[in-house]
């Protein structure tokens, strides 16, 4: 004879003599198949009401901002190679553009930026502010950022958000995805 009597909560004896699955098909047991549909809902409820287990796992935040902070001085740097190892094999990044999306691979942006800023004094970009959500080995960081170049008395900047997705991959977290929403672009601004 089956007895499930260990419910959450100290709650009593809910089935005797019958699995679950038995009494739900035939309607054998303990009351009929209406009793047992009715009282699922109840069970849901008090299953509810038992609080999740508690996760021993470390939070990943602070050394997931930590590893999008250096990806960004490396970026700022202009440490073209480092910044490329922040990335995974066959990752991308999208540009949400007026025209619609435009997806390039790290290489290309790498190339596109080196091009850009050639020349120029500054170049820097920074997270400002940054959301973590992670799961095992999977995280997503939404992160608004700030950005400035120039040369002499014209200093172009920029801002938005960047949405990451990253996996950590041989014990380090690396970028399988970003995908970037600039804000408008503002007027240069000139120094006196």
Known sequence: ??????????????????????????????????????????????????????????????EIIRVLEVMYEDLSARR???????????????????????????AAFIEMVR?????????????????VRAHGDVAQVWSSFAGREGSGTTIRTWGGVDAFTLVKSEGRWRIALVAVSPDPPEEPEKKE
């Open 115 to 131: 091009k850009n800023v050639e020349g120029k004094e500054i170049f820097e970009e920074k997270m400002e502010a940054a959301s």
């Open 80 to 106: 073209w190679e480092l910044l490329a190892a922040h990335f995974l094999p066959d990752s991308s990044l999208v540009f949400a553009t007026p025209a619609g999306p435009n997806r390039m691979t790290p």
């Open 1 to 62: 004879m089956t007895t499930y009597s260990e419910a959450p909560s100290g709650a009593i004896h809910i089935l005797q003599g019958k699995t679950p699955f038995s009494l739900w098909r035939n309607g054998a047991g303990h009351g009929s198949v209406g009793a047992m549909r009715r009282l699922v809902p109840v069970l849901l409820i008090l299953g509810s009401c038992v609080a999740p287990p508690k996760s021993t796992a470390p939070n990943p935040g602070p």
